[in-house]
């Protein structure tokens, strides 16, 4: 096996409170295999791809890479990139390249880098800025092309998709399907489910710092519903003008507070025609980023 995360407890001091991040998680996956983690802000995903990379221990439990605690050896066969990605600000792009893999056990070779940064859609004229200079998307991105010239065993990347133009979320998976096919084990984390069970081979729903699921992206599409997440706030109770849709009413300060999950965009107008026509007054309505938030709570 080549990840074995074994019974992982990591707790932060906020305030002077314990904030437990991670209550006891363990899983195995092997090589080969893109697995997505989701869950709502706050479930552990990133302490967790943390503390997998070596970065951040934990106060028990315990990882091991092919059946060894890591070690600095074990570290450079792991590439995390985080919510900032760790590049040299002053370096270029292509020095960036060159530099990471330099540190690893491969040669570097310029064509096969430029190749690389061209099938990611790193834009040519950006190979010679400064890393300090590109956005987060753009860094990733150098980071990726350099996985790709040095093949770690394991890929940590935590909120994939952000700031990806859909262009550039096409070439990313395509290039994290080609590092598994050649073995890696990649470890995601985002909140675009649809995307998520686009690339993910097995994914992994973290709630309260707990695995709530793991399973196969075709077993978790049950739980997994698409929709869009609508907050409506109403000056008086719906009755059960939502009753179909599952809604959820809360009476808070500002209001009749309604959260439902609909299904398509004419849904939500046809929900603010009934609002309208019931007499009720609309004071506010959000309609959320598809997450898995609103399917586990
Ligand atoms: P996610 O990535 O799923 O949003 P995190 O792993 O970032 O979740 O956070 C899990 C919990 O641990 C949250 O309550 C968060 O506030 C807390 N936490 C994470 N990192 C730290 C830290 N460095 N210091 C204090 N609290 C932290
Ligand atoms: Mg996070």
Do not use: C
């Not at 059946?67 to 020095?95: A, D, Q, W």
């Not at 690893?104 to 190749?115: L, V």
């Not at 309604?258 to 004071?283: C, D, H, M, T, Y």
Request: charge should be neutral; charged fraction near 30%; avoid cysteine.
């Amino acid at each position: 096996m080549l990840l074995s995360v074994k019974d992982v407890v990591k707790s932060f001091i906020v305030n002077g409170k314990e904030v437990k991040a991670l209550k006891g998680v363990s899983f195995e996956a092997d090589r080969g295999e893109i697995l997505a983690l989701l869950g709502p802000n706050g479930s552990g995903k990133t302490t967790l791809l943390r503390i997998i990379s070596g970065i951040l221990l934990p106060d028990e439990g315990e990882i091991l890479v092919d059946g060894h605690r890591i070690s600095k050896k074990i570290k450079k066969e792991i590439l995390f990139i985080g919510e900032k990605v760790s590049l040299y600000p002053k370096l270029t792009v292509l020095e960036n390249v060159e530099f990471w893999t330099s540190l690893s056990h491969k040669r570097y070779d310029a064509k096969e880098a430029a190749d690389i940064l061209e099938r990611i859609d790193l834009p040519k004229e950006k190979w010679n800025m400064p890393a300090e200079v590109l956005s987060r998307g753009m860094a990733q991105k150098t980071l990726l092309a350099t996985a790709f010239l040095v093949r770690p065993k394991i890929i940590l990347i935590d909120d994939v998709f952000a700031g990806l133009d859909p262009r550039s979320v096409k070439s990313v998976k395509n290039i994290l399907r080609e590092l598994r096919d050649e073995g890696s084990l990649i470890l995601i984390t985002t909140h675009r489910v649809r995307d998520a069970e686009d690339i993910a081979d097995r994914v992994i729903i973290m709630n309260s710092g707990e695995i709530a699921f793991i399973g196969t992206v075709s077993s978790a599409k049950s739980l997994i519903k698409e929709g869009y997440p609508v907050k409506l706030i109403l000056d008086g109770p719906p009755e059960d003008m939502f009753r179909d849709l599952n809604a959820s009413v809360k009476v808070t300060e500002r209001g009749y507070e309604v959260r439902l999950l609909a299904e398509s965009p004419a849904q939500i107008s046809k929900l603010l025609e009934e609002v309208s026509s019931s007499g009720l007054r609309l004071v506010s309505m959000e309609v959320l980023e598809p997450s898995v938030e609103a399917l586990l709570g």
